[in-house]
């Protein structure tokens, strides 16, 4: 296993599964690549804006934690 892809909305189940992605990807040496899954939304419906760079660093925390 060369990368492990891991498709995350963030949710509290996914940062549970984002630990045990973590620890298969270190297991098997494998590169652990993340995708942002957004749920469809209504039309006119405005998600709330995320700052990218401190979900970077929050995410990158859970990994070292895992």
Do not use: C
């Not at 098997?28 to 993340?34: C, E, K, V, Y």
């Amino acid at each position: 296993m060369q990368k492990l892809l891991f498709p995350t909305n963030f949710s509290v189940e996914a940062k549970k599964a984002l630990r045990v992605a973590a620890q298969l990807a270190r297991l098997f040496d494998a590169d652990l690549h993340l995708v942002h899954v957004f749920l469809p939304v209504l039309p006119g419906y405005t998600r709330q804006i995320h700052d990218a760079d401190a979900q970077y660093r929050e995410t990158w925390g859970w990994i070292e934690r895992a």
